[in-house]
């Protein structure tokens, strides 16, 4: 085989590497979760479980605090839409429409909050939280996914609001809208899609946030932060439930907005 | 209906000076073309005049009413786009009630309004389309529905024609040109198009790096550009410039170019007398020059370069004493390339142009 023929095989060969790097664990995970707990423990384990069995996962819903921190979970997933929405799609909306001094300034500064792991703020961030009185409440969670979640939001909303042609803002600018009129009745409807998009992928990072979950909350614990705390305690079958519980949200969203994620950097990649 | 006058308005864009100074007066119910090569600010003139830049300096009024600091929405404007910007979420009929709905009219009113306006463009039946499943034109009949629907004191459009193809820009031209005169909005139609402005202005202004260079009716601008840039920019082949020195004779004036004696058209005569000696450039429509197969005194000797055969007429190139010129011959005149032909100029025709500044010189009656 010559190099030039060679070169597809290859690049296909590290595609289905990198595939299965990804996808192994998630195909284990799903087996086990739903494999009878004896034969999970059973040697030599065979691949496909001899029959479904939906106990593990029952057991894992079932356990004290799960539903509880499931609702928190949620509680804080909705809370960081709303907060990361509310400050990122303007900010968003400026990146995309107006030319300012320090734009591309921003831009960096935008990825560089990023540069601070969670690790390095979340202990300050526990200790000024306990000063203000947000510490182990939603919220508290909520604002620290938020600035997790906003470089990313802000990027998204970017390139969502570049897909709305100026000239349909101003088109309708010039029938008689206010800036704000055009914008609700003109930009929003047609912005409506990425934003939802926007906001899932928020949620998806919130539900998904181990980090600083743990270390803000002690009682009110977010569904990772729960599933982290009992871990060391549980028994494989509980583990693996819990990762196939907190797994199956986030891949369904990305499955849903993996068209916006693609036109990130106002390019398509396929 | 309005009248629409820019006084000494300035527009720049950071370091960069998109419109220098423009002062013009659109007659109410006027249809002013601004017409320029790319870049030459008559976009960046438009949306000053809709609101949608703020203008450095100057002023605008709209009906005498000063609208220099009033957003778009207020200043009885509507305005077509190149990109048409037909807003895709929403149905023909929902485009073209948009802005009769944002003025809170009455449902019967818009209802009765819509129909009006589609049926003035011919779009009647796409009502309840939306804007991807129609064509390009008709996208375009959408938008000037959508402006015309408010019965707008002053139309405005950006390049309306220039995203469609060839034969259907022909036929919107036209029926642009109808539709004007059916409402009789002032129009302000931006185009680089020098046919297209042509044919539908009542007045061409021809813009140049952020200045009106000219503003005349369309034959004018045609048969006496203001200068060597209007002239070589509107014409398709453009204005031929050819050098040439006044010369004294006899009692008689001359313009001497290309080793010829050419007598310069009368009413410039009085204008040489004062530049006797000095380099003078000729401007020469392709039309205005006659082949001749034999030598005659009073014409360009040359020789064809070029021929090209484009319909009803040939265009020919033909090299005269180092100069080129472009010439419009009949269709079934025989010439071909290599031939020796003698070029008569309609001495009527010429306009004499200074070479220095490049401006044409106004021609004055003899004796004055």
């Known amino acids: 085989m010559t190099r030039k023929a060679l070169r597809p095989f290859v690049l296909y060969l590290l595609m289905a590497v990198i595939g299965a790097w990804v996808l192994a664990p998630l195909v284990l995970i799903t087996l086990a979760t739903f494999t009878p707990q004896l034969e999970l423990y059973r040697w030599p384990k065979a691949f496909l479980p001899s029959r479904f069995s939906g106990e593990t996962l029952a057991f894992f819903l079932t356990t004290e605090g799960v539903l509880r921190a499931t609702f928190m979970s949620l509680l804080v997933g909705i809370l960081t839409i709303g907060l990361a929405m509310a400050i990122g799609a303007p900010a968003g909306y400026a990146t995309a429409r107006f030319s300012f001094r320090g734009k591309d300034a921003f831009r960096l500064a935008i990825l560089l909050t990023r540069m601070f792991p969670v690790a390095i703020l979340a202990i300050p961030l526990a200790v000024s939280f306990i000063k203000v009185g947000l510490y182990d409440t939603p919220l508290g969670v909520a604002i620290a996914h938020t600035a997790l979640a906003l470089p990313i939001v802000i990027l998204i909303t970017t390139s969502v609001f570049l897909g709305v042609p100026k000239d349909l803002e101003e088109a309708a600018i010039t029938l008689g809208c206010t800036r704000l009129q055009a914008f609700l009745k003109i930009v929003l409807p047609l912005a409506l899609p990425g934003l939802a998009a926007a906001a899932m992928f928020t949620f998806v990072l919130s539900w998904n946030e181990v980090f600083a979950a743990t270390i803000l909350t002690v009682r009110n614990r977010t569904l990772p932060a729960l599933v982290v705390y009992l871990l060391g305690l549980s028994p494989l079958n509980f583990r693996f439930a819990g990762g196939f519980f907190m797994v199956v949200p986030a891949l369904v969203v990305m499955f849903m907005i993996r068209r916006y994620l693609t036109h990130l950097w106002g390019i398509t990649i396929r | ?368």
């Open chain 2, 1 to 368: 209906m309005a009248e629409i006058q820019l006084k000494n308005v300035r527009k720049t864009f950071g370091k960069v000076v998109a419109v220098h100074e423009i002062t013009l007066t659109i007659r109410d119910g006027e249809f002013l073309v601004l017409l320029g090569p790319s870049g030459c600010g008559k976009t960046t003139t438009l949306r000053c005049i809709a609101g949608l830049e703020v203008v450095d300096r100057g002023r605008i009024l709209i009906g005498g009413r000063d609208v220099t600091h009033l957003p778009p929405s207020r200043r009885g404007i509507a305005m077509v786009f190149q990109s048409y910007a037909v807003f895709p979420h929403m149905n023909v009929f929902e485009n073209i009630a948009f802005g009769l709905r944002v003025r809170k009219f009455p449902p019967s009113e818009i209802r009765k309004r819509v129909q009006e306006a589609a049926e003035l463009l011919q779009i009647g039946e796409l009502l309840q389309r939306y804007p991807a499943q129609l064509s390009g034109g008709q996208r375009q009949r959408v938008a000037v529905a959508r402006a015309i629907v408010m019965r707008p004191e002053v139309l405005l459009m950006d390049e309306p024609l220039s995203n469609l193809d060839a034969l259907l820009r022909l036929h919107m031209r036209a029926e642009l040109k109808r539709l004007h005169r059916e409402i009789r909005s002032t129009t302000v139609y931006v185009t680089h198009d020098q046919v297209e402005a042509l044919s539908l202005g009542d007045r061409v202004a021809v813009m140049r790096e952020g200045r009106i260079v000219q503003c005349d009716t369309p034959e004018k601008v045609y048969t006496e550009p203001q200068d060597v840039f209007v002239g070589s920019f509107i014409g398709s082949p453009p204005m031929n410039f050819l050098q040439g020195t006044v010369v004294a004779a006899d009692a008689s004036l001359f313009v001497e170019a290309a080793g010829v004696r050419l007598p310069p058209p009368e009413m410039f005569e009085g204008v040489l007398r004062d530049r006797v000696g000095d380099p003078i450039l000729l401007g020469i429509r392709p039309e205005n020059i006659e082949v001749h197969k034999e030598p005659r005194s009073d014409a360009l000797p040359g020789q064809v370069v070029v021929v090209e055969p484009i319909g009803f007429q040939k265009l020919l190139t033909v090299q005269v004493h180092g100069a080129t010129l472009k010439v419009t011959a009949e269709a079934d005149k025989a010439v071909s390339p290599g031939e020796q032909v003698w070029l008569r100029v309609d001495p009527r025709k010429i306009r004499v142009m200074d070479p220095q500044t490049g401006g044409a010189l106004s021609p004055r009656e003899k004796g004055l």
